[in-house]
């Protein structure tokens, strides 16, 4: 757990307000008189991590109070979101979601104990970034469209790797062979560095990742690159085209966004959504985000809960298409 913290000047007529409202609806104004709880559904260390300490960082001095970041893993992210969705709509207690981790909720809401649409509520898109489609060097294609023949081909000889089942890696590699209409084999992994392996082994041929943990890879010759899957080319990787190229139609951006409990008074939720926006406007801190490969975005709650409709009709119509499962259902 790790705190970041804007020191504010305290005196007695703040204290005298925080008594006064303390049982009435909170007010932009007198929010937060209190740290808030950033939780992160993923280990300490990890990309979705990373990207969430640096929004704290901005967003703690914008409020003026402690932003702790917690990391609560485990269930692909449902221990946290449970956490969360049951916590008081006061936002003191937030979730830095993922694509990945909405994904996972929205499979298996029924088992997992929570909604992800119904029991939370937009605060802040935060940041966008693609994933890149690489593939084995052996495999007989040098770019996207040489790719997609070769797999019309050759209906299930080839297969693809993700971090498991329900996640959203899986969700992009099933949304790509609807569009291309071609027929792979899926790997499951528990986690996509166990699936990098099998790639670099030859176990398996495909798989999608994020930009950052691949550019080594790539420049060394390790994997091959066919593209990202944004609308627009990466510039960490400007010579590597969009999926889009070669598979008209396909976009599936990798977002992470902070949620509050559903119920949460608007004008907190707006106040948080101006201290995510000054974070993602800071110079300082879109440079970090850069650095680790994503775009800063900043969003008012209003434009996430449009994005995230957007998405979730995504995520539902790959299911709906494809059948996908969480383990165990």
């Known amino acids: 757990m790790e705190t970041y913290m804007f020191k504010p000047l305290i005196h007695w007529a703040a204290a005298f307000a925080l008594a006064a409202t303390a049982s009435l609806p909170a007010r932009a104004a007198d929010f937060p008189t209190r740290p808030v709880r950033l ?6 260390g990890g990309g979705i991590d990373q990207l969430a300490r640096i929004a704290a960082v901005k967003m703690a001095e914008d409020l003026k109070q402690q932003v702790v970041v917690e990391n609560m893993a485990g269930a692909g992210g449902a221990i946290a979101a449970k956490t969360v969705a049951n916590a008081a709509p006061d936002g003191y207690t937030l979730i830095f979601n993922s694509s990945s981790a909405v994904a996972t909720g929205l499979l298996g809401k029924e088992r997992l104990g929570f909604d992800p649409v119904k029991d939370f509520a937009p605060v802040s898109l935060v940041a966008q970034f693609p994933l890149v489609m690489v593939v084995n060097p052996k495999v007989p294609a040098r770019n996207m469209k040489e790719f997609v023949e070769l797999l019309r081909k050759n209906p299930d000889k080839y297969n693809y790797g993700s971090s498991g089942n329900g996640t959203a890696i899986h969700l992009a590699s099933e949304l790509f062979k609807t569009l291309a209409g071609v027929n792979m084999q899926h790997v499951p992994y528990k986690g996509t560095a166990a699936a990098m392996q099998d790639l670099l082994g030859g176990r398996i041929h495909m798989m999608l990742d994020g930009v950052p943990p691949q550019i080594g890879n790539i420049h060394e010759g390790r994997v091959r690159a066919l593209g990202v899957t944004t609308t627009e080319r990466s510039a960490m990787l400007p010579d590597v085209p969009t999926v889009a190229e070669a598979v008209p139609g396909y976009a599936f951006p990798f977002w992470v966004a902070i949620y509050a409990p559903a119920g949460t008074p608007q004008p907190v939720l707006d106040r948080l959504a101006a201290a995510v926006s ?27 809960a449009a994005f995230w409709k957007q998405q979730i009709d995504l995520y539902s119509g790959i299911v709906s298409k494809t059948g996908i499962k969480l383990d165990g259902e």
């Open 39 to 44: 939780l992160v559904p993923f280990s300490p």
């Open 278 to 304: 000054a974070a993602a406007k800071d110079p300082q801190s879109r440079q970090r985000f850069k650095d680790a490969g994503s775009d800063a975005v900043g969003s008012t709650p209003a434009e996430l």
